[in-house]
């Protein structure tokens, strides 16, 4: 995380443009010298933006003489495997999937990269994206042409990264996918019921294996399929994420989380004893921003109505796209407006680079609705920083936070607004309960949800299909 502070902030404060513009000149390059003197093993790399990755080479260590810590992943060294995303842009699914690349290249792994659907993102997006994987090692082909048949053929492992990505297969493989399937590893983190169609996941049941982020999302795909579809799952892993040890530096380190405190709340015009709620996640209506600035409009009325002291507080969204201004934005900007909570309330477009933002703020909203996140990597990121998590009781945040002792726990939908404005209250009057949950936070995330835990999860995962593939071909 070399460069974790060149990017760190946007706002929509176009008055304070020029301030953001000298800090960016004057300060962001302290805090990148700050954090790369800082984090020795950091590499220097041009890739180093990506926060969550791994960097290649660093599967082992020796330090004060001790012998290298074997990286669970060693046996995947030579390997072929090919990676088929369904699009390639700065939401989860792909980052994963890139995460996934970066840490077999860190043990020598050939790894293929493809993207089958047109983008949507800008092109610098898509343009930087592909660089930083080319930059580590990772060959990037086109999705329909023959080089990527051939790689699905002679490839030890074809990892296909959503339930959307499975159009692939017909489409670009034909008449060879039979003799793909059996080396097929179907990473999936939908929750949503509309990712149900035959056409995506009507080869499910003959592929090597399923990886899913969530015991509960595991549980919701193997009845709905059946259900809904008739078919049965594959034999199916449940793989929770871990943090990467670049994010756990910087978590840890106390000058380097002061420095970007102060920077970010500077950029906001939020002052250091003011308290922050912040919801880091696309902006979009299934991530429930709009429930939360009702939630948080809410406890102001509450504040102001019971005269309770306390410091100002705010709210933040991390996520939002500048360019789009989308009909959702707009109705989240136009709520804060008729509200007349703008001097409380602050966009931040979406980025990369999310520590500046956990280091800057108090407590974390994870406010995903419906069925909620698949698993949710921002929750235990901002658990490392040691804040405490403010979560809709839904999918995979009910796996990660202990409710009433790593955060607080609400209902998802609009009958969550009140017991979310509520657990504001609760967090923002009583600094000790917020202290604590963050401590128990970062624990649970030492001793669960760490970068080695999640590669010895998915080392055991690759075995297994790799294993099954040996064995159908020799069949």
Known sequence: MGRQSSAWITSQQKKRWPLLILLLLSLSTLIAFLIRSTFESCSNSSSNNVGHFVREGQ???????????????????????????????????????MELAFLLRGVGTDVVWVTNQKQTESDDIVYSLEHKMMDRGVQVFSARGQEAVDTALKADLVVLNTAVAGKWLDAVLKEHVPDVLPKVLWWIHEMRGHYFKLEYVKHLPFVGGAMIDSHITTIYWKNRTKERLGIEMPETYVVHLGNSKELMEVAENKVAKRILREHVRESLGVRNEDLVFALINSVSRGKGQDLFLRSFHESLKLIQEKK?????????????????QTKFEMELRNFVSENNIQGRVHFVNKTLTVAPYLASIDVLVQNSQARGECFGRITIEAMAFQLPVLGTAAGGTTEIVVNGTTGLLHPAGKEGVMPLANNIIKLATNVEKRLTMGKRGYERVKERFLEHHMSERIAKVLKEVLQKAKSHSHS
């Open 59 to 97: 599967e082992g260590g020796t330090q004060n003489g001790e012998a290298p810590t074997p990286n669970p992943l060693d046996f995947m060294k030579s390997k072929l495997v090919l990676l088929v995303s369904h699009e390639l842009s700065l939401s989860g699914g792909p980052l994963l999937l």
């Open 308 to 324: 309770l002291q306390v410091s100002s507080i705010h709210a933040v969204i991390v996520g939002s796209d500048m360019n789009a």
